[in-house]
């Protein structure tokens, strides 16, 4: 229903809403209190586009978990929808315009991940340093005869300089940690200064070549936008350190896998952790798998109970939030939406 600006009326007495994945059950009743009929997918897993389009049918809102393309094609099926809600803080897996196209106002959840993500980050950057993963996995195939000396050596982190590709609210906490746990110096490269960090971890702002040359680590922590997408080529490694260390927490598309394979068998980089990858799941047969200097986690970065009980509590009060006409707090798609004259 319309106002005369053009305004959706969103109070609807039984408002429905359609979860992708299941969620903390305590979440789920969150809603079920605010009067919202739930429906979740409990199934494991991801469902089709048909599937995920047949389901938001009866439903008024959608909760997305995952990363099943909210493309034109979903949004044009489902423009009935009176919001989404997205259950992660990246949102490169939505058409923003068309969903704003249609009146449909976005959400996402930033902040609540943040740490628990940088935690990721950091374990991998240990792992990759010390191979943690793969001197497990000698022990598992029967190797470990014996305590040898010079056997695939790690190497040290103390004192490096780290890099971060996009120092947000991730990034920063990936560097607060570094700097503190091993005296990092820290330099950055994004598309606008982040006085805070330059503030209190005395990071230093580098061109995105500047980066590439000074950073023994290098973790990424930006948005795919078309402008990062495959930034980190061949090009990009050709010009990193013999010694760097290349970790990814944010998207797979970001680095083109091809070439860092390449990178790394051909010893432009000394190592890299990904908890991305480029597609995902990552086939069990790729080769960065059997790697020494490689660690490869399935997109963990908020996957402790906590964070993802978090991230989807802030979901569902978004949209509380619009099922009483309020803006949604953490909305993604205002500066559209709002020229189309709605909340
Ligand atoms: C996010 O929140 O964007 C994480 O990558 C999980 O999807």
Redesign the pocket.
């Known amino acids: 229903m319309s106002d005369m600006s053009g305004n959706r009326n969103r109070t609807l007495k039984n408002p429905s809403v359609f979860i992708s994945k299941p969620i903390p059950e305590v979440i789920v009743s969150l809603l079920k209190e605010h009067g919202f009929e739930v429906k979740v997918n409990n199934t494991s897993h991801k469902l089709s586009k048909s599937a995920l389009i047949d389901a938001c049918q009866q439903a008024d809102y959608l909760l997305n978990v ?2 099943s393309a909210l493309d034109k094609e979903f949004l044009q099926a489902c423009k009935h929808l009176k919001g989404i809600a997205l259950c ?3 949102f490169d897996h939505i058409d923003l315009e068309t969903a704003s196209q249609y009146n449909i106002p976005v959400s996402n ?1 930033p902040d609540v ?1 943040s740490k628990a ?1 940088a935690d990721t980050a950091f374990l991998l950057l240990l792992s990759v340093s010390r191979k943690s993963y793969f001197r497990s996995r000698e022990i598992e195939r029967g190797e470990w005869k014996n305590f040898e000396y010079m056997h695939q050596l790690g190497r040290d982190i103390q004192g490096d300089t780290l890099g971060i590709f996009g120092l947000g609210r991730i990034g920063f906490e990936m560097a607060k940690m570094a700097r503190a746990a091993y005296g990092m110096r820290i330099i950055y490269h994004n598309r606008s200064r982040n006085p805070e960090a330059e503030d209190k971890l005395e990071a230093e702002y580098v061109s995105f070549e500047e980066l590439l040359k000074r950073s023994d680590v290098i973790s990424v922590h930006t948005n795919l936008t078309p402008d990062t997408q495959y930034r980190f080529d061949k090009v990009a490694f050709s010009k990193m350190k013999k010694n760097a260390i290349f970790i990814n927490t944010a998207r797979g598309k970001i680095h083109n896998e091809t070439d860092l394979t390449k990178a790394l068998i051909d010893k432009e980089i000394w190592g890299a952790g990904l908890d ?1 990858t480029d597609p995902e799941p990552m086939l069990p047969d790729n080769p960065l798998l059997q790697m020494s200097n490689v660690c490869v986690l399935p ?1 963990i ?2 996957a402790t109970l906590e964070t993802r009980t978090a ?1 989807a509590e802030m979901a569902v009060r978004n949209l509380i939030a619009v099922s009483k006409n309020e803006q949604m707090p953490q909305i993604i798609n205002k500066e559209f939406y709002s020229k189309s004259g709605a909340l």
Do not use: I, P, Y
């Open positions: 995952g990363m992660s803080v990246g959840t991940l993500t991305v997109h970065g908020s991230m």
